[in-house]
């Protein structure tokens, strides 16, 4: 019986190494640098929900000016109340823009709303343009990223999604987000996408025409949904909407990277998706190559026998775990780092299933607030 289990193991692994591989492979066709045609910018609106002051948040809506250097955008900047720390960064953007089509929206409580969600659907009411697009607050954008938004939209797609980019960051906090952010979630969205699995909407930067958001519902029946983004990917998919995934990255650096808040901000992540989706979140363990590699090396160890194939299995998931982070560095990344950091990151499987257990927790705090969780990603504010 334990051998029939160590060959199980053991394929497992190979299928999830092979998956990495082909996942990568994917993302990186799709990312990589390439020249393209420039563009007229369709106008658009630009919401960007913020509560708190992010520690670059000033260069983020700076970033947006310089990537809309026609002024196709009216930005919409949507914050709770004038006493938020990230009210007068705002306001001294938007003074810097004096002919730009720049608004501060006072959205007031958000009562029993996610904050984020209650920002969104104050802007929408004040938007001017048939496209729309929601952008976070650490969020860069780039001429590239406008771009391929505009061209999706010029080509008939309703919904446009990006995948996020955790900039490069000092430190391990950093490479935890990279690992977490960079060297799981993107290539495996990716290859979700292209397969029709799952079709995740990285809330990072997601737009949609308004007759499409319409046709989802509106953003009201998901304002009490942990993740906006895992809610409208669901409905995207019920609507049959034309949904492009783009061919540019969003990138961004999270506040707060040091060890601890990286690993305190990706437990949450993990109640988040585990309460949001959880059929996929059970599968995790069997998905990773390195942790079906371990099991396989430990049925080994205990009969004694298989030790050179368990061994070889492990072998390809941590050495494909670093080789295939430094591959997607180079194609679409900030460049290759430091060696250590691919040492690093080659353990990722290992450290993913601390994060998978911490998972099941139904309290969560973000941003101030405490959510108690519920199948389907509800949230019920709790204080």
């Not at 295939?324 to 679409?332: E, G, P, R, Y």
Request: aromatic share 8%; glycine share 8%; net charge positive.
């Amino acid at each position: 019986m334990l051998g029939l289990l160590f060959w199980a193991c053991a394929a497992a692994s190979a299928a999830a190494t092979a998956g990495l591989w082909i996942s990568a492979a994917f993302a990186m066709g799709l990312l990589r640098r390439r020249p393209r045609p420039a563009v007229v910018l369709s106008p658009m609106t630009m919401i960007k929900p913020i509560k708190g002051s992010e520690d670059e948040l000033d260069a983020n809506l700076e970033s947006l000016a310089a990537a809309d250097p026609e002024r196709r955008l009216q930005i919409l900047i949507a914050i709770e109340s004038p006493a938020d720390p990230a009210w007068p960064v705002a306001a001294a953007f938007a003074a810097r823009h004096p002919g730009r089509r720049i608004e501060l929206i006072e959205t007031g409580p958000a009562g029993g709303r996610m904050g984020k969600t209650h920002n969104m659907i104050a802007a929408l009411a004040r938007a001017e343009h048939e496209r729309l697009v929601f952008s976070d607050a650490d969020v860069q954008a780039t001429p590239e990223l406008l771009a391929e938004t505009s061209r999706a939209f010029d080509a008939g797609f309703e919904a446009v999604f990006a995948l996020p980019l955790h900039r490069r960051t000092p430190g391990l906090g950093g490479l935890l987000f990279e690992g977490a952010m960079n060297h799981s979630y993107l290539p495996a969205a990716a290859l979700a996408w292209r397969l029709g699995i799952l079709r995740p909407c990285a809330g990072a930067w997601m737009g949609f025409t308004k007759p499409a958001l319409e046709r989802a519902g509106g953003l009201e029946p998901l304002s009490r949904e942990i993740a906006e983004d895992f809610a409208l990917s669901r409905r995207v998919a019920a609507c049959g909407l034309k949904a492009a995934l783009l061919p540019a990255v969003v990138p961004l650096r999270e506040s707060g990277t040091s060890p601890r808040e990286a690993l305190v901000h990706l437990a949450k992540w993990a109640s988040i998706i585990r309460w949001s989706v959880p059929w996929l979140y059970s599968a995790v363990p069997l998905a990773t190559p390195g942790t079906t590699a371990l099991a396989a090396c430990a049925l080994a160890w205990t009969l004694g026998a298989h030790q050179a194939a368990a061994a070889a299995v492990a072998a390809a998931a941590f050495g494909s775990r670093a080789i295939v982070a430094a591959l997607q560095d180079a194609a679409f990344g900030d460049g290759l780092g430091a060696p250590w950091r691919y040492a690093a990151l080659a353990l990722t499987d290992v450290g993913a299933m601390a994060f998978w257990a911490s998972g099941f927790r139904r309290r969560i705090q973000w941003r101030g607030v405490r959510y108690r969780l519920s199948h389907g990603g509800r949230a019920e504010v709790l204080s």
